[in-house]
């Protein structure tokens, strides 16, 4: 999906930079990759994530990354990064809005796990929203590092790179999300 971009103009080369660097955060999340994912953070970012306290600059972001990333590589599930929208607050500072869904290692979307049926049919397993409503609440409850998050960057271009300088994760759960297909 191509990203709705706003704000003042800037280059095509300027927006897939961004989005180039979304699948990089993606690729060293889902590889366990800590220096990776370090190399794309400015050295004075700010992060708050939902499962942690507030990180202020490189060196705490690179502790929780180096104690958290490697535990994940084992793991069942993991995330894909969508960039939903570019903000081009300047031509060197953009706000980015990504969507972040967990998905099997296969890259099969949880959500669309949820709607299967238990028999394995093509059709919805779902009798109505308040059904797939209880089968995701109870897949939170027991899973709560698996619900879809929504990420918001602000990144900044330095020396003709681009870096994350902010980053905030939220968990959110949508609508669409919890309505059968």
């Known amino acids: 999906m191509k990203p709705q971009v706003t704000g003042v103009a800037v280059s095509a080369q300027d927006v897939a ?28 970012a ?11 600059g490189l060196d705490e972001i690179a502790a929780f990354a180096r104690r958290m990333l490697p535990g994940t590589a084992g793991q069942p599930l993991t995330w894909a990064y969508e960039v939903e929208s570019v903000q081009f607050i300047r031509s060197d500072i953009a706000a ?17 796990l949820l ?15 308040s059904e797939a409503v209880r089968r995701w609440a109870a897949l939170v409850t027991a899973h709560p590092g698996e619900a879809p998050d929504t990420a918001l960057y602000v990144m900044a ?3 003709g790179r681009w870096r994350i300088a902010v980053a905030q994760n939220t968990t959110a759960i949508e609508a669409d999300t919890l309505t059968p297909a």
Do not use: M
């Not at 180039?20 to 994912?37: G, R, S």
């Open 46 to 56: 700010l992060w708050s994530a939902p499962y942690s306290s507030p990180l202020t």
């Open 157 to 159: 271009k330095t020396d």
């Open 115 to 129: 709607r299967r049926p238990v028999d394995g049919s093509p059709r919805t397993g779902c009798r109505g929203p």
């Open 96 to 112: 980015v809005k990504i969507r972040q869904r967990p998905v099997t290692r296969d890259g099969e979307r949880l959500d669309d």
């Open 17 to 44: 930079a961004i989005v180039t660097l979304v699948a990089e955060v993606e690729h060293a999340q889902q590889n366990a990759l800590p220096d990776a994912y370090l190399e794309l953070f400015r050295h004075d």
